[in-house]
């Protein structure tokens, strides 16, 4: 069965963790996955550098990226990273397309060992990685779940970098036609260099006007007919200086 499936066919385990009143211990939890507070150690103290021999590919900051560099560092480490990327890319899909579950990674209300106690029968009804298990536990437990699609982003960010992916965020007033998204991923290519992949993800604005705004890196390439009008309109504001003409 492919893992969605797998995925799906756990979403019923949440209306009985839920409605179960001898919840077992999170304790129980701990003494049977060793990996839990090794990864506790390794989110509180990572540095968003470097893990012994392993290098982050991108330094990442703030609370989601320190969580982001833990799972990677540790899933290298392990020799899992296309796995647990794989099984999280599920995680994330089973939020959009489950209610339930949606619902459930945002309940702050759910009591920790209720969530904890689903984290775990889902990845083992899933077969997911340890990585991948005590990770989602971590964030049950210290009620981050309802961060997980910004932490889990940040982990992609990653993988793509190890990769050498290269995502171009491209925003226009409608979607690009096939030939012009091949000319611009061309041209990008070019830019930023051969032995990158460049993978262009399109966002659509009507504010901007028109023209296209290009992000990748960190880098804004703006050339949207709005920032343009905007410019042109800051500069027909400024006063004259007659003495120069």
Sequence with gaps: MAMAGRLRSTFSLFNRVSA????????SYRRASPLIPQLTSGFVSASG?????????????????????SLYLASVKSNVLDKVESELRSVVEATKSSPTFGQFTKDITVPKDTRVKAIFDICEKAKFSEITRNFLALLAESARLKNMEKIVGRFFELTEAHRGD???LVTTVMPLPPAEEKELKETLQEVIGQGKKVTIEQKIDPSIY???IVEYNQKVLDMSIKTRAMQMERLLREPVNFSDL
Excluded at 20 to 27: A, F, I, K, P, R
Excluded at 54 to 60: E, L, N, Q, S, T
């Design 166 to 168: 290269v995502k171009v």
């Design 210 to 212: 028109g023209g296209l």
């Design 49 to 69: 550098q470097q893990g012994g021999d392993v290098k982050v590919p991108v330094v990442m900051t703030g609370e989601a990226g320190k969580w982001a560099t």
């Design 20 to 27: 179960s009143e001898s919840l077992s211990s999170v304790g």
